[in-house]
């Protein structure tokens, strides 16, 4: 029995292995000059934990919240002294 060596064999494995399929980029809609600038003037204003709120979104039920509940108190909170991004 003849022993096939290790780099040929690995060779032709590799060469039998499907390509890795390409990795589609996500469209993204071209900024005016002045879309631009407000982006960049707007981050450039937040503090880090300004910057770390907007990544982060509230959770709530889909019922009604009424505007006097503790619930409410809770996401308003939220917003206004953590500044969460949204829900």
Known sequence: MRLIPIPLLLSCFLAAAPAAPAVAQPAQPALSRDQRAWVDSTLAGLSLREKVGQLV????????VATDSPEMDYLLGMVERDGIGGW
């Not at 979104?57 to 009604?64: D, F, H, L, Q, S």
């Open 57 to 64: 979104v509230g959770w709530t039920g889909g019922e009604y």
